[in-house]
Nanobody, 125 residues
């Protein structure tokens, strides 16, 4: 069983920055691909970013490319999402997820086996 706990969300003005963190339990963290997703009110959960188990492969949604950076520290069992130049449309609950079956399916919500409880990010205009 893997437990994921997100932190770092909050209220920020447009143009500001936030750094989300996801702490994980379990000795197998370094074998998991990790992803960040978000869900705005009334919308479906959508892919934001993913990083492979080794950190050698990274992928971003077009809407955040150039503004967000995903990273991981396998020694500390954590994954981070640095969010810069935030926009009001980035407002959502952000979720950390683990263990895709394949890098090819990294953007698919249903391919992740473990999820955190989410952290709220609100960007004011």
């Amino acid at each position: 069983q893997v437990q994921l706990v997100e932190s770092g969300g909050g209220l920020v003005q447009a143009g500001g920055s936030l750094r989300l963190s996801c702490a994980t339990s379990g000795r197998t963290f370094r074998t998991y691909n990790m992803g960040w997703f978000r869900q705005a009110p009334g919308k479906e959960r959508e892919f934001v970013a993913a990083i492979s188990w080794s950190g050698s492969r990274i992928s971003y949604a077009d809407s955040v490319k150039g503004r967000f950076t995903i990273s991981r520290d396998n020694a500390k069992n954590t994954v981070h999402l640095q969010m810069n130049s935030l926009k009001p449309e980035d407002t959502a609950v952000y979720y950390c997820a683990a263990d895709t079956t394949s890098w090819a399916t990294r953007q698919a919500v249903e391919e992740y086996h473990y999820w955190g409880q989410g952290t709220q990010v609100t960007v004011s205009s």
